[in-house]
């Protein structure tokens, strides 16, 4: 099974007969009318203790995080974000282990509805491109699933990066945790919390 290793000949081949740019202006138009549903997918990564921008402590107190070592204790989610149509929705899973292309395609085909088109845009990260997502591709077009891949070293285009970026910062209050079951509690918390949140903005 592919890793996150990059495959180049697998990656010229899944780039053929796909737009390299961002989705284009129609696709969005299809989107917000309801006549496909559109998601941004991408991996996010969660170590035991998270970056700490500021906190609060006690005046002349200083605040202390405690560090925990991320060796074998990391958690990685997917997650594919529909910013416009009927109602925005974030779908999401968590692993505690490394990313395969097995994954991202199992993920794929919990995307589409089955009531309209389903176009999933994302980036040429090697498990996105493997050959085992080239051989699931003419199945995932038969579930009504399209891949719509970003150029090279432009995660702006990406939207689901502006909501891995809200649930890292905002999501997860705690800054560490001490055991892996922790944090996969906390993560998926985490992602559901900004799911409710999602939709309560309709």
Same mark, same amino acid.
Request: overall charge positive; charged content about 25%; some cysteine.
């Given at each position: 099974?592919?890793?996150?290793?990059?495959?180049?000949?697998?990656? +010229?081949?899944?780039? =053929?007969?796909?737009?390299?740019?961002?989705?284009?202006?129609?696709?969005?138009k299809k989107a917000? +009318?309801?006549?496909?549903?559109?998601?941004?997918?991408?991996?996010? !990564?969660?170590?035991?203790?998270?970056?700490?921008?500021?906190?609060?402590?006690?005046?002349?107190?200083?605040?202390?995080?405690?560090?925990?070592?991320?060796?074998?204790? &990391?958690?990685?989610?997917?997650? +594919? *974000?529909?910013?416009? !149509?009927?109602?925005?929705?974030?779908?999401?899973?968590?692993?505690?282990?490394?990313?395969?292309?097995?994954?991202?395609?199992?993920?794929?085909?919990?995307?589409?509805?089955?009531? =309209?088109p389903c176009v999933?845009?994302?980036?040429?990260?090697?498990?996105?491109?493997?050959? %085992?997502?080239?051989?699931?591709?003419?199945?995932?077009?038969?579930?009504?699933?399209?891949?719509?891949?970003?150029?090279?070293?432009?995660?702006?285009?990406?939207?689901?990066?502006?909501?891995?970026?809200?649930?890292?910062? *905002?999501?997860?209050? %705690?800054?560490?945790?001490?055991?892996?079951?922790?944090?996969?509690?906390?993560? &998926?918390?985490?992602?559901? =919390?900004?799911? =409710? &949140?999602?939709? &309560?903005?309709?």
């Amino acid at each position: 099974m592919a890793t996150h290793q990059d495959e180049p000949d697998a990656q +010229a081949a899944c780039r =053929r007969g796909s737009t390299r740019q961002a989705p284009a202006g129609h696709t969005q138009k299809k989107a917000r +009318a309801s006549r496909i549903d559109l998601f941004f997918l991408d991996e996010c !990564g969660f170590s035991p203790t998270q970056p700490t921008g500021y906190s609060w402590s006690p005046r002349g107190q200083r605040r202390l995080v405690p560090y925990e070592a991320p060796m074998r204790r &990391r958690v990685n989610a997917l997650g +594919a *974000y529909r910013p416009v !149509g009927e109602l925005p929705t974030l779908r999401f899973r968590v692993y505690s282990r490394t990313l395969v292309s097995g994954d991202i395609i199992t993920f794929l085909k919990t995307l589409p509805s089955g009531v =309209r088109p389903c176009v999933v845009v994302l980036d040429n990260v090697g498990i996105h491109v493997s050959k %085992e997502v080239q051989r699931a591709r003419p199945l995932l077009n038969r579930l009504g699933l399209s891949l719509f891949f970003l150029p090279a070293y432009a995660p702006e285009l990406n939207e689901v990066e502006a909501v891995f970026g809200v649930i890292k910062s *905002y999501e997860l209050p %705690e800054r560490s945790y001490a055991t892996l079951p922790e944090l996969m509690t906390a993560v &998926r918390r985490a992602f559901r =919390r900004y799911r =409710r &949140r999602l939709n &309560r903005r309709r």
